[in-house]
């Protein structure tokens, strides 16, 4: 077993306020963007903005939904 598998069963016996706060120092620990090679993070950004601009713009969940659905059909 490795010492990540072994990491991982200890961690699934903690509680989950535990795990919260373990999952937290671990993330805080990462660089905040690993890699962004196709600038997935300029563009959410963007859009991000966009919506803040133009509320309107923006897809309810029930429209989100449906073009998810629409674009599985095809």
Do not use: W, Y
């Amino acid at each position: 077993m490795t010492r990540l598998q072994k990491l991982g069963l200890q961690a699934g016996q903690l509680s989950e306020a535990e795990r919260a706060a373990l999952v937290t120092r671990l993330l805080a620990s990462l660089p905040p963007v690993l890699a962004d090679a196709d600038d997935g993070v300029a563009e959410a950004a963007r859009r991000d903005a966009d919506l803040d601009a133009n509320p309107a713009a923006g897809l309810t969940d029930q429209q989100f939904r449906a073009a998810i659905a629409a674009s599985r059909k095809r």
